[in-house]
């Protein structure tokens, strides 16, 4: 089939210029504009990346117009019904499902990377009791390069390897101490008994005076949050991760990046934001000020868990989540769970509104997650560290596809400059 091409043409008489079109499995063609600069001396402007492609990738796609993911071919659907975290971590690093031994290795191999450096304990005290638990992921997360250098040669596939499993081993781990200290109650070691999700929970709630008991409704809850949140292309802490990754940056450092983009709240603390929203509403009968406000962009008032740059349609991370939200309400005898409601009747105003109609502005994954986290007793502030420890795994793949990458180059944008030209330096005597 011949080339497709992309013609660009100019109003000012400069020639017009073939760019080839790059066609990918699925999703929209991707006009390649690398040469533009050196055959113009023209740049592109594209703040936000609204319509740049900026990597090749075969992990998760999107379609955001019809509400599809998929993590390596596989609907998120039929991925979040069957699979356990750890095997969708293994399908999302390797590209492939896991068979049986398959999966069983890597379940071993995680397992037995979930302790931390005992030096790392120590590293926590320097921390206020009161800080967020995303400020003390990301300097934690930073200092394991400073704890394991033998596998920071980014350039040798088994160094890559290693410091793989050893972030997705140890995040659990890591997570939980933060929250550990937060409450001044001890560190508890890892259990490799224990499923990777258990491990997580009775490092969390467990204590050296009580035995701890998984509840498998629970556990089934948190393992499937884990997978909705493992990958998610291109998104802000993605970039970030690979955006650092690409200055050849060790992954320890490269995930920190990832963390302290993910914190914010136009992207991973929107859940935090979402139970905080909640709380300020209140009342179902103030949901109807409460959209006045926001429709009025009145102190930047937003629908906190609607939205998204992707999706134009519902989140299918959403629906799954508010089903599970379901289930765990139902396990824990909380049916008549007064945020639920809430967010429920929150959700119908918004869907049947104009304003939101028009925007195509739906639920997406934060909406209902902060409820469930809640429902499992998990503090507020800790929602956006949770998200970040299953992130992990995708932020790993996406960054271990970069270095693998052929076409990969340090990342350097470049502007459109509207400041000062050339002006002559005025000596403070003669400054008026
Ligand atoms: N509430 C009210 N208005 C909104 C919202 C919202 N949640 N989201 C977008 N809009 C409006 C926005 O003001 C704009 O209106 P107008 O055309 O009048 O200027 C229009 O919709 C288009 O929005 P945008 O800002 O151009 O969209 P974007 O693609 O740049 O932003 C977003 C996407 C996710 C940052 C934004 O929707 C948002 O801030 N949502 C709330 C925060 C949130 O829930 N974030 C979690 C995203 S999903 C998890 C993740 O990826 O981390």
């Known amino acids: 089939m011949a080339e497709k091409l992309a013609t660009l043409s100019f109003s000012d008489g400069t020639p017009s210029i073939d760019f080839p079109v790059l066609t990918g499995s699925v999703g929209p063609d991707v006009i390649d504009v690398r040469?533009?600069?050196?055959?113009?001396?023209?740049?592109?402007?594209?703040?936000?990346?609204?319509?740049?492609?900026?990597?090749?990738?075969?992990?998760?796609?999107?379609?955001?117009?019809?509400?599809?993911?998929?993590?390596?071919?596989?609907?998120?659907?039929?991925?979040?019904?069957?699979?356990?975290?750890?095997?969708?971590?293994?399908?999302?690093?390797?590209?492939?499902?896991?068979?049986?031994?398959?999966?069983?290795?890597?379940?071993?191999?995680?397992t037995h990377h979930t302790m931390v450096h005992e030096q790392l304990m120590r590293f926590y005290s320097g921390f206020r009791r009161d800080a967020h638990p995303m400020a003390v992921l990301c300097g934690v997360v930073g200092a394991l390069s400073a704890?394991?250098?033998?596998?920071?040669?980014?350039?040798?596939?088994?160094?890559?390897?290693?410091?793989?499993?050893?972030?997705?081993?140890?995040?659990?781990?890591?997570?939980?101490?933060t929250y550990k200290y937060t409450t001044g109650q001890p560190f508890m070691y890892p259990k490799n008994a224990l499923s990777y999700v258990d491990n997580f929970l009775y490092m969390m709630f467990g204590t050296p005076c009580e035995e701890y008991k998984p509840n498998p409704t629970l556990s089934r809850a948190m393992d499937r949050i884990l997978i909705l949140h493992a990958d998610h292309e291109q998104n802000a802490s993605t970039s970030t991760v690979r955006l650092a990754g690409s200055t050849g940056a060790n992954p320890f450092a490269c995930i920190s990046a990832g963390i302290a983009s993910l914190w914010g709240p136009a992207h991973?603390?929107?859940n935090e934001a979402v139970l905080k929203m909640l709380a300020e509403i209140e009342d179902a009968k103030n949901i109807p000020a409460f959209i006045k406000r926001v429709k009025d962009k009145d102190g930047h008032?937003?629908?906190?868990?609607?939205?998204?740059?992707?999706?134009?349609?519902?989140d299918p991370r959403a629906k799954i989540i508010q089903k599970t939200c379901h289930e765990v309400l139902e396990e824990l005898d909380l049916k008549d769970d007064k945020l639920f409601k809430l967010a429920m009747a929150l959700e119908k105003v918004a869907l049947e509104d104009e304003y939101f109609v028009k925007r195509k502005l739906?639920?997406?994954?934060?909406?209902?997650?902060?409820?469930?986290?809640?429902?499992?007793?998990i503090p507020v502030a800790m929602f956006t560290a949770i998200f970040a420890l299953a992130r992990t795994v995708g932020w790993i793949a996406q960054w271990n596809e970069l270095i693998s990458d052929p076409d990969q180059k340090i990342g350097r944008p470049r502007q459109l400059f509207t400041g000062a030209a050339r002006r002559e330096f005025v000596p403070m005597a003669k400054r008026k």
Not at 160 to 172: C, D, G, V, Y
Not at 362 to 375: E, L, R, T
């Open 35 to 110: 040469a533009l600069y050196a055959k113009t001396g023209k740049f592109t402007y594209d703040p936000g990346f609204m319509s740049t492609a900026s990597c090749r990738s075969n992990i998760t796609y999107i379609d955001g117009d019809q509400g599809i993911l998929q993590y390596r071919g596989y609907p998120i659907e039929q991925i979040a019904e069957d699979c356990s975290f750890l095997e969708v971590a293994y399908l999302i690093m390797n590209g492939e499902l896991p068979n049986q031994k398959q999966l069983g290795e890597f379940v071993d191999i995680v």
């Open 147 to 177: 704890f394991y250098h033998d596998s920071i040669n980014i350039h040798d596939a088994r160094s890559r390897e290693i410091s793989a499993f050893r972030l997705i081993a140890k995040l659990p781990t890591i997570t939980a101490m």
């Open 268 to 270: 991973g603390g929107a």
């Open 301 to 314: 008032a937003m629908l906190m868990g609607f939205g998204h740059r992707v999706y134009k349609n519902y």
């Open 362 to 377: 739906y639920p997406n994954v934060d909406f209902y997650s902060g409820i469930v986290y809640k429902a499992l007793g």
